[in-house]
């Protein structure tokens, strides 16, 4: 019997590292560890917005009973007026009005719906001898104060 001949194991093959698959969105981004949580930003006390209508207020509530020892009566400041102050209602006022021939009223319009203040306007006619500080009815049923 012929010896046997021992062949020896052939040499494993060198292990190739894989290329990464080309991607258009560029590398992965490699993995982090968990994030720590970030420390909130102490918070900055809020900044009041600007007002051009004067400094904001202190309360959004009115006391409605007088809060004084001697039951809520107090003595009136006594004061000249100028001039008489327009009632509040809501009839359009007429300033530097001059009556037309054809009995209408040309003049500066406040306290309107219908016109912004201080447009000159023209109204219906009225009847003749109107003076300032009169309401005035017009034909079409208008109705304006005098100054």
């Given at each position: 019997?012929?010896?046997?001949?021992?062949?020896?194991a052939?040499?494993?093959?060198?292990?190739?590292?894989?290329?990464?698959?080309?991607?258009?969105?560029?590398?992965?981004?490699?993995?982090?560890?968990?994030?720590?949580?970030?420390?909130?930003?102490?918070?900055?006390?809020?900044?009041?917005?600007?007002?051009?209508?004067?400094?904001?207020?202190?309360?959004?509530?009115?006391?409605?009973?007088?809060?004084?020892?001697?039951?809520?009566?107090?003595?009136?400041?006594?004061?000249?007026?100028?001039?008489a102050?327009?009632?509040?209602?809501?009839?359009?006022?007429?300033?530097?009005?001059?009556?037309?021939?054809?009995?209408?009223?040309?003049?500066?319009?406040?306290?309107?719906?219908?016109?912004?203040?201080?447009t000159?306007?023209?109204?219906?006619?009225?009847?003749?001898?109107?003076?300032?500080?009169?309401?005035?009815?017009?034909?079409?049923?208008?109705?304006?104060?005098?100054?």
């Amino acid at each position: 019997l012929a010896p046997k001949k021992v062949v020896p194991a052939p040499a494993p093959a060198p292990v190739v590292a894989k290329k990464e698959p080309f991607s258009f969105f560029g590398k992965p981004a490699p993995k982090k560890a968990a994030p720590v949580a970030p420390k909130p930003a102490p918070v900055a006390p809020k900044k009041e917005p600007f007002s051009f209508f004067g400094a904001p207020r202190a309360s959004g509530t009115i006391s409605i009973r007088s809060t004084t020892a001697d039951g809520g009566k107090k003595k009136k400041a006594i004061t000249k007026k100028t001039a008489a102050a327009a009632p509040k209602d809501k009839i359009p006022v007429l300033k530097k009005f001059v009556q037309n021939s054809d009995g209408t009223l040309t003049g500066i319009i406040s306290n309107s719906q219908s016109f912004r203040s201080g447009t000159r306007i023209t109204t219906s006619p009225v009847r003749k001898g109107v003076k300032s500080g009169q309401v005035v009815k017009t034909g079409s049923g208008s109705q304006y104060r005098l100054e």
